[in-house]
């Protein structure tokens, strides 16, 4: 006798609101227990993707982008080599004012431009850490769409980050149609949860 086990939270909330996105199939008796991640969802179940999620996420991927290119400027860039003149006297009798010339590093700009490269480079992990997990949300979303079309836009608008008008002549459709095809499919979802 094989049971299908269907997710149901185990004092977490009544078995009618808890959404299923897939089935597993357990041997008898081993039911296992749902985990929640760091944010309080339930791992395992698929949540909602908005349009605003899946732009934000092509937000996040250019911002990881520019970060990237910031540093690599910042590391490219010399240091500031600093000259001037500055006045003194001679060390002995008699004290005769003369001008000498200096030159060298600035030290503290290094030092400053190196804890900027450290600042941003923390800050590129961390938008790196958080595009992550957004890719994979949005994974599980396109895996899950039926129509092979749809599935389609979306990987290439959304995962490859080409433009409608990129995704329109890969697939052989007008701009606009892509993006109707994106919003009516983002309301049906919607519409049925």
Known sequence: MIRVHLGRIKDRAPPERVYISHAIVLPP???PEVKY?????????RQMVTK??????LLLRQQIQTLENRIQRLE???SQYGYGAVKGSNPDFPYQP???HVSGYNVSDSEKKLEKIKN???ELGRQKEEAEEKRLEIEEF???????EIQLIFSYRYLKGETQEQVGKRMHLDRSRIS??????LKRTKRTE
């Open 29 to 31: 008796g081993n039911l």
């Open 37 to 45: 991640s760091s944010k309080g969802q339930k791992e395992g179940v």
């Open 52 to 57: 605003q999620d899946l732009e934000d996420y």
């Open 76 to 78: 490219k860039s010399a």
């Open 98 to 100: 003369m001008s000498f």
């Open 120 to 122: 941003l480079q923390y």
């Open 142 to 148: 396109i895996a899950a769409i039926k129509n092979r």
């Open 180 to 185: 109707r095809k994106i919003d009516n499919y």
